[in-house]
């Protein structure tokens, strides 16, 4: 009739049909109560909008916003460690060569902010979410990953319905205690940034560090864990959370004369706080004590540090990443099963010297 390119009938097009004002047409279709109109008005409106095939939108259903859909969203918790900004390199890098661009968000670690995240996301068209840590909304990412890829980095959730590349944080912590026992270390610190259910990693390594304790039949009680309460940490800067944590919980360890031999940190910015704390009380590494990471961020192979830490590929993790977006993305129109892809490095032990043999061997 007068459709021309457009294929849905819209309200303007029931007013020009009918002569009746846009705003009318609206409110008779949409039936706005404490309106009023003559019985002839009404039936003319219904029945033009019947006769040209006017059908009503949906309640609740928005039209995706096709903007992003070239774009990878990477969340990322924060970015003072720069084992997040190593990976969010690698995955800028390998989505260049697929034509994707990527814009990363911050959550800070705060739950709020990332079920925010999560419900913004599902009303774009995106090319696929990366998620540098564990969700804790894990139904809104399930949700979303039915919408566009989702693919996690680091220790996989348990109930979670979409892709990862895995770190088993076990393997990495069972690494660590049998190198350190290796060196006559039978009682050793874990410092760790706040322990919950939520923080799969931190638990993983600290269950690896027991395991290991286990099998070599020494006690897992050998094994202090020190991690502050969620006030205490929430106090220091973000910038600089880990290492300051990792600074206060071992000036506390030394303060009260631990028997600790060795210091292992949740991560390497956990392991330079505790290695300023352990100089600044004038003892050395690894002579007085052996320090371990975990990450192998670039500044642990500096010579002045020298950090024993574990090596997960986080580089190949963040290509992998977008590898399976592009995967998922150039099946979508060929397949229409589901599959959940799986990938998992394996960690590697990468010795420096802050690591020596226990002084009391």
Do not use: W
Not at 55 to 65: A, C, H, L, N, T
Not at 111 to 138: D, M, N, Q
Not at 243 to 258: C, F, M, P, S, V
């Amino acid at each position: 009739l007068f459709m021309g390119k457009r294929n849905k009938v819209t309200t303007r097009d029931i007013a020009e049909y009918t002569g009746v004002s846009q705003s009318t047409v609206s409110m008779i279709l949409s039936k706005k109560p404490h309106v009023s109109f003559s019985r002839e008005t009404i039936d003319k409106v219904k029945e033009a909008a019947k006769e040209l095939g006017y059908q009503k939108p949906q309640k609740g259903v928005r039209k995706k916003d096709s903007a992003l859909a070239k774009s990878i969203i990477v969340i990322c918790p924060l970015l003072s460690n720069s084992y997040y900004t190593m990976i969010i390199h690698s995955i800028i890098e390998r989505a260049q060569e697929y034509g994707y661009t990527v814009f990363t968000v911050s959550t800070l670690r705060n739950v709020s902010r990332e079920e925010l995240y999560l419900h913004l996301l599902s009303g774009f068209e995106l090319a696929g979410v990366i998620s540098l840590y564990p969700p804790t909304k894990i139904s809104e990412a399930n949700a979303l990953s039915k919408q566009v890829p989702v693919v996690s980095i680091g220790d996989k959730p348990d109930a979670c319905s979409f892709d990862s590349v895995e770190l088993d944080s076990k393997k990495p912590g069972y690494l660590i205690a049998e190198h350190l026992i290796s060196l006559g270390h039978t009682r050793i610190t874990y410092v760790s940034t706040p322990i919950r259910a939520k923080e799969i990693g931190r638990i993983h390594r600290l269950q690896g560090l027991k395991s290991c304790f286990h099998d070599h039949g020494l006690d897992p009680s050998n094994i202090e864990v020190k991690s502050p309460k969620l006030a205490v940490y929430g106090r220091y800067s973000s910038d600089n959370s880990e290492y300051e944590n990792g600074y206060a919980l071992t000036t506390e360890a030394l303060k009260a004369n631990t028997p600790s031999t060795a210091f292992v940190g949740n991560n390497d910015m956990t392991a330079f706080g505790i290695m300023a704390a352990i100089a600044d009380y004038g003892y050395h590494i690894p002579s007085d004590y052996s320090v371990c990471g975990f990450d192998n961020v670039p500044l642990s192979a500096m010579p002045q540090i020298s950090l024993t830490t574990i090596e997960h590929a986080s580089i190949y993790k963040g290509r992998e990443a977008v590898d399976i977006i592009y995967k998922k993305n150039a099946q979508k129109d060929k397949t229409s099963k589901h599959y959940i892809m799986r990938m998992e490095y394996e960690p590697e032990l990468i010795i420096r010297k802050s690591t020596g043999k226990c002084k009391l061997s």
